[in-house]
C-alpha cells in the first residue's frame, strides 16, 4: 500500500547532509514494512536487524566505540558486508538504549552511510533516556496510522485523490464525487488506519475480520503495558487507558483525571498518561486560552484533551459494529467523538503537529491551528446539523481571517469555510482559497 511517508524516506536518501534515520511511530502502524520496501526498492544491497528477534545485537554496542567496526560485526553475524551503499535497519532499537546513543557516531564518523533505526516503543525509551539522545545528529520521521487519503488510495480511488490534488477545491467538490468520499468515510470510521486492518477490508471486507485485527492489535497494547511500564505504575496506566473513550464520549472538552478513578488526581495519574502519549497511542491536544499566534508555543499546560491515534481503533474500543456506522442509528455523542478524533488525526498528519483546543467559561471551540501566521479556529460536527455557537461566539472576540467548520455539508469557501469530512486532507488547499484580509 501506498504511503506518503516514502516521499520522507526518499529525500532522506538523497540528502546531501544526510544524518542516521530514527522513525517512531506506534504499534503497527507500518513502519517496519514501509522501510522494508523502501530498502527493497531503492537500495541494491540492504540489511534488516531487529534487536527484538536477536538481543545478542545488544552486545556489539557494550564496549565497542567504533562505528565501522560494529558495523562490521553486525554484517558478518548475518554474513555480509556493509558497506556505504547498503541501508541498515536497526529495527525495535528501544531494546538497546546504547545503540540509540550510537547513532551520533555513525553521524560523525560514517556519514555517507544510509543507517535507519526504527521501534514501537522509541518515544518511551527516548525519554526515558533523554540526556543521552543524540539531539540534532539524527534525522526523526513520525510515522502514524494511514490518513484518510491514503485509505482512498488503498480502496481503489487513487484517481478521484489526484484529480482533487491537481484540479484544487475552488470550483468545488464534483457531486459525483461527494457520494463516493461519504461512503468510504463512513467506512474509514470503522475501519481505521492501521495497515493490517485496512488491506483485510480491501481484499475481503468483512467486518468480522477488521474487527479481529483491531482486537489483536490492542491486546499487543495491553501486552505492552505489562511488559514495559514499569511495576509501580502498571495499575495506573490501565486505569488511565480503560478511561478514555468514556471520556471522549463526554460532552466535556477536558481530560478528567477525577474521572480515572476515584478520587484520581493529577499528580498521581499524569506519568500514566504521558508513558501512552509516548508510546502513540494516543494524543494530546492542549487547551489555550490566549488564541495567540502561534498556539505551539502554549502546548503543554495544565488542561488538554486525549484522542486516540487511530479512529478505528476507538471504535472498536466503543464496542462498534459496522451496522451501527451504516445504519445511520450512532448516538450523537459517540458519533460526535468519533468526527472529532478522525479529524485531530487528519490534521495532525497535515500540519505536522497536533493542533490546540480553545476554552473560556463555557464556551469551547474543538481545534486551534496556526496558518499564515494566524490562528484558525475549528469547529467539528458529525452530520449536517450545523449550529456551531461557540465558533461564533470565538469570530465575534478575536475577529480571525479564516475559520472552519467540519461537517457533511457540502464544500464552501468564505471567511468561516465549511469543509466536507470526507475532504480534511483538502484543508490547507481551502483556507489558501479564501482571500488575504485588507486590515
Given at each position: 500500500?501506498?504511503?506518503s511517508?516514502m516521499?520522507?524516506?526518499?529525500?532522506?536518501?538523497?540528502?546531501p547532509n544526510r544524518?542516521?534515520?530514527v522513525v517512531?511511530?506506534?504499534?503497527?502502524?507500518?513502519?517496519?514494512?514501509?522501510?522494508?520496501?523502501?530498502?527493497?526498492t531503492?537500495?541494491?544491497?540492504?540489511?534488516?536487524?531487529?534487536?527484538?528477534r536477536?538481543?545478542?545485537l545488544?552486545?556489539?554496542?557494550e564496549?565497542?566505540?567504533?562505528?565501522?567496526?560494529?558495523?562490521?560485526?553486525?554484517?558478518?553475524?548475518?554474513?555480509?558486508?556493509?558497506?556505504?551503499?547498503?541501508f541498515?535497519?536497526?529495527?525495535?532499537?528501544?531494546?538497546?538504549?546504547?545503540?540509540?546513543?550510537?547513532?551520533?557516531?555513525?553521524?560523525?564518523?560514517?556519514?555517507?552511510h544510509?543507517?535507519?533505526?526504527?521501534?514501537?516503543?522509541?518515544?518511551?525509551a527516548?525519554?526515558r533516556?533523554?540526556?543521552?539522545?543524540?539531539?540534532g545528529?539524527?534525522?526523526?520521521?513520525?510515522?502514524?496510522?494511514?490518513?484518510?487519503?491514503?485509505?482512498?488510495?488503498?480502496?481503489g480511488?487513487?484517481?478521484?485523490?489526484?484529480?482533487?490534488?491537481?484540479?484544487?477545491?475552488?470550483?468545488?467538490?464534483?457531486?459525483?464525487?461527494?457520494?463516493?468520499?461519504e461512503s468510504?468515510?463512513?467506512?474509514?470510521l470503522?475501519?481505521?488506519?492501521?495497515?493490517?486492518a485496512?488491506?483485510?477490508w480491501?481484499?475481503?471486507?468483512?467486518?468480522?475480520?477488521?474487527?479481529?485485527?483491531?482486537?489483536?492489535?490492542?491486546?499487543?497494547?495491553?501486552?505492552?503495558?505489562?511488559?514495559?511500564v514499569?511495576?509501580?505504575?502498571?495499575?495506573?496506566?490501565?486505569?488511565?487507558?480503560?478511561?478514555?473513550?468514556?471520556?471522549?464520549?463526554r460532552?466535556?472538552?477536558?481530560?478528567?483525571?477525577?474521572?480515572?478513578r476515584?478520587?484520581?488526581?493529577?499528580?498521581?495519574?499524569?506519568?500514566a498518561?504521558?508513558w501512552?502519549?509516548?508510546?502513540?497511542?494516543?494524543?494530546l491536544?492542549?487547551?489555550?486560552?490566549?488564541?495567540?499566534?502561534?498556539?505551539?508555543?502554549?502546548?503543554?499546560?495544565?488542561?488538554?484533551?486525549v484522542?486516540?491515534?487511530?479512529?478505528?481503533?476507538l471504535?472498536?474500543?466503543?464496542?462498534?459494529?459496522y451496522?451501527?456506522?451504516v445504519s445511520?442509528e450512532?448516538?450523537?455523542l459517540?458519533?460526535?467523538?468519533?468526527?472529532?478524533?478522525?479529524?485531530?488525526?487528519?490534521?495532525?498528519?497535515?500540519?505536522?503537529?497536533?493542533?490546540?483546543?480553545?476554552?473560556?467559561?463555557?464556551?469551547?471551540?474543538?481545534?486551534?491551528?496556526?496558518?499564515?501566521?494566524?490562528?484558525?479556529?475549528?469547529?467539528?460536527?458529525?452530520?449536517?446539523?450545523?449550529?456551531?455557537?461557540?465558533?461564533?461566539h470565538?469570530?465575534?472576540?478575536?475577529?480571525?481571517?479564516?475559520?472552519?467548520?467540519?461537517?457533511?455539508?457540502?464544500l464552501?469557501?468564505?471567511?468561516?469555510?465549511e469543509?466536507p469530512?470526507?475532504?480534511?486532507?483538502?484543508?490547507?488547499?481551502?483556507?489558501?482559497?479564501?482571500?488575504?484580509?485588507?486590515?
Amino acid at each position: 500500500m501506498k504511503r506518503s511517508v516514502m516521499a520522507e524516506l526518499e529525500a532522506w536518501k538523497e540528502s546531501p547532509n544526510r544524518k542516521p534515520l530514527v522513525v517512531k511511530g506506534v504499534r503497527q502502524c507500518g513502519k517496519s514494512y514501509i522501510l522494508e520496501e523502501f530498502a527493497r526498492t531503492h537500495f541494491d544491497k540492504y540489511l534488516l536487524v531487529d534487536f527484538e528477534r536477536d538481543p545478542v545485537l545488544c552486545t556489539f554496542f557494550e564496549k565497542e566505540k567504533d562505528p565501522a567496526r560494529i558495523l562490521r560485526n553486525i554484517g558478518a553475524r548475518y554474513g555480509t558486508v556493509i558497506d556505504r551503499d547498503t541501508f541498515v535497519l536497526l529495527d525495535e532499537i528501544q531494546v538497546c538504549p546504547r545503540a540509540i546513543t550510537f547513532l551520533k557516531y555513525f553521524y560523525a564518523d560514517l556519514p555517507d552511510h544510509h543507517i535507519a533505526a526504527a521501534g514501537s516503543l522509541l518515544g518511551v525509551a527516548i525519554e526515558r533516556n533523554s540526556s543521552s539522545y543524540p539531539v540534532g545528529k539524527v534525522r526523526e520521521i513520525e510515522m502514524r496510522p494511514m490518513t484518510f487519503h491514503e485509505y482512498l488510495v488503498a480502496v481503489g480511488e487513487e484517481e478521484i485523490c489526484g484529480i482533487l490534488d491537481e484540479e484544487g477545491v475552488r470550483d468545488g467538490i464534483p457531486e459525483g464525487f461527494a457520494d463516493i468520499l461519504e461512503s468510504h468515510y463512513n467506512d474509514y470510521l470503522f475501519v481505521g488506519g492501521m495497515p493490517e486492518a485496512v488491506q483485510a477490508w480491501v481484499d475481503r471486507r468483512d467486518p468480522e475480520e477488521v474487527k479481529a485485527i483491531q482486537t489483536a492489535i490492542l491486546n499487543q497494547y495491553g501486552s505492552d503495558f505489562s511488559n514495559h511500564v514499569p511495576r509501580s505504575e502498571v495499575v495506573r496506566v490501565l486505569d488511565v487507558w480503560e478511561s478514555i473513550p468514556k471520556q471522549l464520549a463526554r460532552d466535556n472538552v477536558k481530560f478528567m483525571f477525577g474521572h480515572v478513578r476515584k478520587g484520581g488526581r493529577a499528580r498521581e495519574l499524569e506519568d500514566a498518561l504521558k508513558w501512552i502519549a509516548q508510546a502513540g497511542m494516543v494524543r494530546l491536544a492542549y487547551i489555550d486560552e490566549s488564541a495567540e499566534f502561534p498556539v505551539s508555543i502554549h502546548e503543554e499546560g495544565a488542561s488538554f484533551k486525549v484522542y486516540m491515534s487511530d479512529v478505528g481503533l476507538l471504535g472498536r474500543r466503543c464496542g462498534m459494529d459496522y451496522a451501527d456506522y451504516v445504519s445511520g442509528e450512532l448516538s450523537g455523542l459517540i458519533l460526535g467523538a468519533l468526527a472529532e478524533n478522525y479529524v485531530m488525526n487528519e490534521l495532525t498528519a497535515l500540519f505536522g503537529t497536533a493542533p490546540a483546543c480553545w476554552k473560556r467559561g463555557t464556551r469551547e471551540v474543538d481545534f486551534l491551528i496556526d496558518f499564515r501566521r494566524s490562528v484558525v479556529p475549528i469547529e467539528v460536527k458529525a452530520g449536517t446539523k450545523v449550529r456551531a455557537r461557540s465558533l461564533r461566539h470565538y469570530i465575534d472576540e478575536y475577529d480571525p481571517p479564516r475559520a472552519v467548520l467540519f461537517s457533511l455539508n457540502p464544500l464552501s469557501i468564505g471567511r468561516v469555510s465549511e469543509i466536507p469530512l470526507y475532504a480534511a486532507w483538502l484543508t490547507k488547499d481551502v483556507l489558501s482559497e479564501v482571500p488575504e484580509r485588507k486590515d
